[in-house]
């Protein structure tokens, strides 16, 4: 987004030309007539916007062993046995649990390595996204 200031006769105070954020555009301050003349200062506002992000969610079920679940957990998410361990007995006890939080490509990518994973093993493990 752009923010128009525009300013007679004027040369900015708060920001010279050399200033990034700033531009002028137009004749500029002195034309050489003697007479006033009128700048347009552009200012330009640096704008970073935060990605969008994504759990995935592992969900319990009765027949994928517990071990094959902290095998994808240390497999696809990083997790050391520990971590993977305490990850697939909350999903166990609870039904539901937080593998980890991605942007949407590569929490989708996640998704699809689990349940390709699990299908190949014949295992209905079930993985999914979920916007935060
Ligand atoms: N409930 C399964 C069992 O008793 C273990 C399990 C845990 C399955 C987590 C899926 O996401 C899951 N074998």
Known sequence: MLQRILMSDSVPAFAGPTDPATRMAGE????GSGSPTTS???????????????RVLILNDDYTPME?????????FQMDVEAATKVMLH?????????GVFTYEIAE?????????????QHPLQCVMEKK
């Open 28 to 31: 500029g301050g002195r034309s």
């Open 40 to 54: 347009v200062i552009t200012k330009v506002k640096p704008k970073t916007k935060r990605p969008n992000l994504y």
């Open 68 to 76: 094959f679940v902290v095998h994808v957990l240390e497999k696809f």
């Open 91 to 99: 999903v166990h006890h609870h039904g539901i649990g937080e593998c």
């Open 109 to 121: 990518t996640k998704v699809t390595q689990v349940m390709d994973f699990a299908r190949k093993h």
